[in-house]
């Protein structure tokens, strides 16, 4: 959704670009760990596990017709790193260049990011007297991937294996029993497995082949996972919607619209995905009919995880098994 400003803005298109990018001052191929195409930068290739410091060089492109003839003074470009997951926030100034392009560099610091953090483009001005008012953005950004070793834009599930008791992850530490914990936060959903809970389960998930019965183990566990996962990312998706002036809401980005896109037609089934999207705001701002929602939301994700199919043939697998047929 594009924003509306009460105040002059840029009409042209702003433009942001990766020029190169540096861990702890070592250079990155680029061919590699930066796509154009998915503006997307992989991080997770450079060869060393432990490092503190990616230093990204950007470059903007700002509609240079429109600059010296608005009602704006005192023009800024900055570019701005964040990520939802842990509350980053990094802001760098670009710099006007004699080739109409503005450059510079920020710094991406391990220690504030978790997974996948968004680098964006933002004008601002002084406009009718008032400084840093907003006249210009970006309007794809950038991802910034700490976990991917190829650059893919396409937004899916990250999964990070680790002890909720004793590992890195301090907030995962009241949680210890729990098997698996979903993080549905920021522009990269992560399934936290937790290697201290259950004895084998990383063998069991990643394990192929195997006996009958680890077989339906794998099914199981990787099903009951993935529904987990369907409604948790549901709930995200419609948690925190934006709505036009007149109160209907705006359909979301990212993997947030590919959830409630594909989730909708069996939660409110006979709806088109706006009506559903329009209903479900509605209940859950007035506070009738969530609780009655739950069904639909529930059938959905069991449908999306093949949960039922997984059950049947691990039934089917375990009868055959009790009559020694296998």
């Given at each position: 959704?594009?924003?509306?400003?009460?105040y002059?803005v840029?009409?042209?298109?702003?433009?942001a670009?990766?020029l190169s990018?540096s861990?702890?001052?070592?250079?990155?191929?680029?061919?590699?760990?930066v796509?154009t195409d998915?503006?997307?930068v992989?991080l997770?290739?450079s060869?060393r596990?432990?490092w503190e410091?990616?230093?990204?060089s950007?470059?903007?492109?700002?509609?240079?017709?429109?600059?010296?003839?608005?009602?704006?003074?005192q023009?800024?470009?900055?570019?701005?790193?964040t990520?939802?997951?842990?509350?980053?926030?990094?802001?760098?100034?670009?710099?006007?260049?004699?080739d109409?392009?503005?450059h510079?560099s920020?710094?991406l610091?391990?220690?504030?990011?978790?997974v996948?953090?968004?680098l964006?483009?933002?004008?601002?001005?002084?406009?009718?007297?008032i400084?840093?008012?907003?006249?210009?953005?970006?309007?794809?950004?950038?991802?910034i991937?700490?976990?991917a070793a190829?650059?893919?834009?396409?937004s899916?599930?990250?999964?990070?294996?680790?002890d909720?008791?004793?590992?890195?992850?301090?907030?995962?530490?009241?949680?210890?029993d729990?098997?698996w914990l979903?993080?549905?936060?920021?522009d990269l959903?992560?399934?936290?497995?937790?290697?201290g809970a259950?004895e084998g389960l990383?063998?069991?998930?990643?394990?192929?082949?195997?006996?009958v019965?680890?077989?339906?183990?794998?099914?199981?566990?990787?099903?009951?996972?993935?529904?987990d996962v369907?409604?948790?990312?549901?709930h995200a998706?419609?948690?925190?919607?934006e709505?036009e002036d007149?109160?209907t809401p705006?359909?979301?980005?990212?993997?947030r619209?590919?959830?409630?896109t594909l989730?909708?037609?069996?939660?409110?089934p006979g709806?088109?995905?706006?009506?559903?999207?329009?209903?479900?705001?509605k209940?859950?701002?007035?506070g009738y009919?969530?609780?009655?929602l739950?069904?639909?939301?529930?059938?959905?994700?069991t449908?999306?995880?093949?949960?039922?199919?997984?059950l049947?043939s691990a039934?089917?697998?375990?009868?055959?098994a009790?009559?020694?047929?296998v």
């Amino acid at each position: 959704m594009k924003a509306v400003y009460p105040y002059p803005v840029l009409f042209g298109d702003t433009t942001a670009e990766v020029l190169s990018v540096s861990v702890d001052d070592s250079p990155l191929p680029y061919a590699t760990c930066v796509s154009t195409d998915e503006q997307t930068v992989a991080l997770h290739l450079s060869g060393r596990e432990h490092w503190e410091r990616a230093t990204l060089s950007v470059a903007a492109v700002l509609p240079k017709a429109e600059l010296p003839d608005g009602p704006w003074s005192q023009v800024q470009c900055v570019a701005v790193l964040t990520e939802k997951a842990t509350n980053a926030r990094t802001v760098a100034r670009l710099a006007g260049g004699e080739d109409g392009r503005w450059h510079g560099s920020i710094d991406l610091l391990k220690s504030l990011h978790r997974v996948r953090a968004t680098l964006s483009l933002i004008v601002v001005a002084t406009v009718e007297g008032i400084a840093g008012r907003v006249i210009g953005t970006a309007q794809q950004p950038w991802y910034i991937d700490l976990m991917a070793a190829k650059p893919n834009r396409a937004s899916e599930v990250n999964i990070l294996a680790s002890d909720f008791r004793n590992g890195e992850l301090e907030w995962l530490r009241p949680y210890a029993d729990a098997a698996w914990l979903v993080e549905p936060a920021g522009d990269l959903p992560t399934v936290h497995l937790n290697t201290g809970a259950v004895e084998g389960l990383m063998d069991v998930l990643n394990g192929s082949g195997g006996s009958v019965a680890e077989r339906t183990l794998r099914e199981l566990t990787a099903g009951q996972i993935a529904q987990d996962v369907w409604t948790s990312l549901f709930h995200a998706a419609v948690s925190d919607l934006e709505t036009e002036d007149d109160g209907t809401p705006v359909m979301p980005g990212g993997w947030r619209e590919s959830v409630l896109t594909l989730m909708m037609p069996d939660v409110m089934p006979g709806r088109t995905t706006a009506d559903a999207l329009y209903e479900i705001s509605k209940r859950r701002v007035n506070g009738y009919g969530w609780a009655e929602l739950q069904t639909g939301i529930q059938y959905a994700a069991t449908k999306r995880s093949q949960l039922t199919r997984k059950l049947t043939s691990a039934v089917r697998s375990a009868a055959r098994a009790e009559k020694g047929t296998v």
